[in-house]
């Protein structure tokens, strides 16, 4: 059993701070859509960085972003538990996590409606229920606003995964970067980049991921080694137990 921030965790800290570049996640949900039944769908996400609880630091969230209008948005709210899977290629580890994912979209979205229920409902040893009070609005507009113009662009587009009508023609006329407004800017020129950025903030969504389970497998070391972490049940104060397992 761990206190304090868990072994996991550590791992990954250590990992990307040499390896700062290699944060791509992917994230598996389940379509319910299909008229075949329902599949898995499976997306890369960028790991943005973890929201760590000052009174616990055993319990912690992952933060990632997503686009309030992508599929993935309705299949989390339908059902928010989901598999992560980070590999670390500089360190040869994999962290594979079975998670509560949540979607936080800007507060004029009827969605937003779903993340309050569930932030009001999150139980007891959830790192999400230590976040009650978080100003859940000024961390998406902040981590909107860490990100380059060119990715911010990306928030102005039409919806993923929609028909590209006029082709990649049309899609040349799509908004390369995304500044901030500045109002010096002559009046029709400001008000085209306020719409835009407008835009693409309504339309960017925080994801929040809170971790129940960790398979962590450890290829730098000999022998490899392979360690599950799990949330005790019925803890509130975070207490991992650790189970060595063949890699």
């Known amino acids: 059993m761990t206190l304090g ?3 996991w965790k550590v791992a990954i800290e250590k990992a990307i701070a040499k390896y700062n570049n290699q944060t791509v996640i992917q994230i598996a949900t389940i379509d319910s859509t299909r008229p075949e ?25 992952l933060l ?9 948005v309705r299949q989390l709210t339908f059902e928010p ?27 004029t979205h009827p969605l937003h409606s779903h993340f309050t229920r569930s932030l009001a409902k999150a139980a007891p040893g959830s790192a999400l229920a230590l976040f ?19 990715l911010k662009a990306g928030w102005c587009r039409p919806v ?21 407004p500045d109002p010096r800017l002559p009046k029709e020129e400001y008000e085209e980049a306020k719409r835009n950025w407008d835009k693409a903030l309504s339309n960017f969504a925080l994801v929040i991921i809170d971790p129940i389970e960790i398979d ?25 137990e650790e189970e060595e397992l063949v890699p």
């Open 64 to 72: 990632s972003s997503t686009d309030i209008r992508a599929p993935k």
């Open 37 to 61: 039944g329902p599949i898995p769908r499976v997306r890369s996400h960028v790991f943005r960085e973890f929201l760590d609880s000052p009174t616990n630091p055993a319990l912690s969230l």
């Open 160 to 180: 993923p995964g929609t028909r590209i009508e006029g082709g990649q023609e049309e899609a040349k006329k799509w908004p390369e970067r995304l500044e901030e």
């Open 216 to 240: 962590f497998v450890d290829l730098q070391e000999t022998p490899d080694r392979r360690t599950l972490f799990t949330k005790k049940q019925g803890a509130t104060d975070g207490v991992w």
């Open 5 to 7: 921030a868990p072994r």
């Open 132 to 150: 009650k009070n978080e100003d859940w609005e000024s961390k998406r507009v902040a981590v909107f606003n860490s990100m380059s113009a060119r």
């Open 81 to 107: 538990k989901a598999e992560v899977v980070w590999w670390i290629e500089g360190t040869n580890q994999q962290f594979r996590f079975i998670a509560e994912v949540y979607v936080v979209p800007t507060p």
